[in-house]
């Protein structure tokens, strides 16, 4: 069963850390780019992270850059999402996503890109 399960989420504050995970189930995590995404109350949803399949190099929205660190354990199955410094403008459902293609910046920070998801959770960063 090709499935993926976020967590790690919870309340922080600013200036905190916490690292998201996300277990994958049911394909080879290697051939897959792994996305991360966040959708605030009210707003659209915002890739944030990308991690490709083809030699694991890592991606990053100017709005969490220097901040946020992908990284992937293929032997867990499992990809991280490390958010350092938090700003309650960081406050979202995340999202991991998988896609088996070949990503390209104009691609991997559009939901459009990935066939698979997880179901979500939730980051809250307040005092």
């Known amino acids: 069963q090709v499935q993926l399960v976020e967590s790690g989420g919870g309340l922080v504050q600013p200036g905190g850390s916490l690292r998201l995970s996300c277990a994958v189930s049911?394909?080879?995590?290697?051939?897959?780019?792994i996305g991360w995404f966040r959708q605030a109350p009210g707003q659209e949803s915002e890739g944030v992270s990308c991690i490709v399949r083809s030699d694991g190099s890592t991606h990053y929205a100017d709005s969490v850059k220097g901040r946020f660190t992908i990284s992937r354990d293929n032997a867990k199955n499992t990809v991280y999402l490390q958010v350092n410094s938090p700003k309650p403008e960081d406050t979202a459902v995340y999202f991991c996503?998988?896609?088996?293609?070949?990503?390209?910046?104009?691609?991997?920070?559009?939901?459009?890109?990935?066939?698979?998801w997880g179901q979500g959770t939730q980051v809250t960063v307040s005092s």
């Open positions: 996503a998988a896609a088996f293609r070949v990503m390209t910046t104009a691609t991997m920070y559009s939901p459009h890109s990935y066939a698979l």
């Open positions: 049911g394909f080879t995590l290697n051939y897959y780019a």
